[in-house]
């Protein structure tokens, strides 16, 4: 089973910044992909951001904002935040697909429109007007 855990996040005002970090404990095999979801009171998950090796895919909200970085080897996911809006608010989720050679995979695993093999338990962000 793999674990992910999530750091950082906390409150920041408006045009501020934080980021957010998510590495992979106890067994910590190869990764497909990993992402950044974040969930708003009373709305459903959505994805911010997506990593496939070198190959990054950001929601359009968070374009030019947001940076997520992957280092494969580490088996960690970093998700830089600047110029923080209040509807950025929630809870921030780290997932991942793993890496299996039996396994085939469409190029969109970790875009949020297919179930992902492990979840961090969330890390809040809170940005004031």
């Known amino acids: 089973q793999v674990n992910l855990v999530e750091s950082g996040g906390g409150s920041a005002q408006d045009g501020g910044s934080l980021s957010v970090s998510c590495a992979a404990s106890?067994?910590?095999?190869?990764?497909?992909?990993m992402a950044w979801f974040r969930q708003a009171e009373g709305k459903e998950r959505e994805r911010v951001a997506s990593?496939?090796?070198?190959?990054?895919r950001y929601t359009d909200s968070v374009k030019g904002r947001f940076t997520i970085s992957h280092d494969n080897w580490k088996n960690t996911l970093t998700l830089q935040m600047n110029r923080l809006k209040p509807e950025d608010t929630g809870t921030y989720y780290c997932?991942?697909?793993?890496?299996?050679?039996?396994?085939?995979?469409?190029?969109?695993?970790?875009?949020?429109?297919?179930?992902?093999?492990?979840w961090g338990q969330g890390t809040l962000v809170t940005v004031s007007a």
């Open positions: 990593a496939y090796g070198s190959e990054v």
């Open positions: 997932g991942a697909v793993i890496r299996d050679q039996r396994r085939r995979y469409a190029d969109d695993e970790c875009d949020g429109l297919k179930p992902l093999d492990a």
């Open positions: 106890g067994f910590s095999p190869r990764m497909y992909c």
